[in-house]
């Protein structure tokens, strides 16, 4: 029995020799597009530390928690989620004994908001098809890989000025979504001529846009518009739910729009103006003025 454990022990490969059978896996396995996509896109953030090297039964949770990567802690999140499912892989697969456990990066919630003075600047230097994705997404709140990118012109009901998004993992995602007059007009333009099929076409025949390029518009914008790195494109769907609640001071309808199905998550996205704060604030200074002059 020893010596079956040595063996196994032994026949470990390395992270980056494992990374070519990790990698057939994800494109062949039942996984949603997205999650195919997280996984490649954090090997790639994985490949690029110093630790491709080791060997995969040498790899070691204080190694792990010492690796440091470029970019947000959402980013190393992505590298050692994908690390943690290639080592479960490994032990499946009877290569490693043990899957060590590490802690994550503390993630900090997006609080910041794609508002009208953002889309401005962006608009003015963003190549299609992203000028029409930002519309849509901060006048819809719609997640952009799952469901804008998936939108399809059977799902526009233009009489009614109504959506039906149909890709979502829960009932409450699959929901009708109004239309503002500015989405029906760029919808009718993106869509003229044809009755069916991806509201934003694939260069390649029969398929949607994918999210790499339009990350890669989106990182050249957001850069020439001069906004901060934390500016991410799903700051448009925030700022869809924030602005609805303002004026409607209705949770649940915008808990319906953007297709949640608890409060907790609903109120991430909510950041109510604090309007009513500072005018109470305000008037309490000028009420002390005011009674400070009258007894003057």
């Known amino acids: 029995m020893k010596e079956m454990r040595e063996a196994v022990y032994r026949k470990a490969p390395t992270l980056r020799e494992f990374s070519k059978r990790f990698l057939v896996w994800v494109d062949t396995a039942r996984l949603e597009p997205e999650t195919k996509r997280y996984y490649r896109n954090g090997w790639r953030l994985r490949a690029a530390t110093t630790a491709g090297g080791m060997r995969m039964d040498r790899i070691k949770a204080d190694a792990i928690e010492a690796l440091r990567f470029n970019g947000s802690a959402a980013n190393a999140n992505n590298a050692l989620r994908t690390l943690r499912r290639m080592l479960n892989k490994a032990k499946e697969a009877s290569l490693i004994r043990e899957v060590p456990r590490f802690k994550l990066f503390k993630e900090q919630s997006r609080e910041l908001r794609l508002d009208d003075d953002a889309e401005r600047k962006l608009l003015a230097v963003a190549e299609e098809p992203l000028s029409d994705i930002i519309v849509i997404m901060r006048d819809t709140g719609q997640r952009n890989v799952r469901e804008l990118y998936r939108m399809r012109i059977e799902n526009v009901h233009w009489e009614h000025n109504l959506i039906f998004n149909p890709n979502s ?128």
Not at 213 to 242: E, I, Q, T
Not at 271 to 288: D, F, G, Q, Y
Request: net charge positive.
């Open 169 to 296: 993992k829960s009932p409450e995602g699959r929901r009708w979504i109004p239309m503002s007059e500015r989405v029906k007009e760029t919808l009718r333009r993106l869509c003229e001529g044809r009755n069916e099929g991806w509201v934003f076409q694939s260069r390649y025949k029969g398929k949607h846009i994918g999210a790499a390029m339009v990350n890669r518009r989106w990182v050249k914008a957001r850069c020439a518009a001069g906004l901060p790195d934390d500016v991410v494109l799903y700051c448009a769907r925030h700022d869809f739910g924030s602005y609805v609640l303002e004026p409607t001071g209705n949770l649940k309808v915008v808990m319906d729009a953007m297709g949640h199905n608890d409060v907790a998550t609903a109120m991430k996205y909510q950041h109510p103006e604090l309007e009513i704060v500072r005018t109470a604030l305000n008037s309490r200074h000028i009420l002390r003025h005011t009674k400070g002059t009258a007894v003057a």
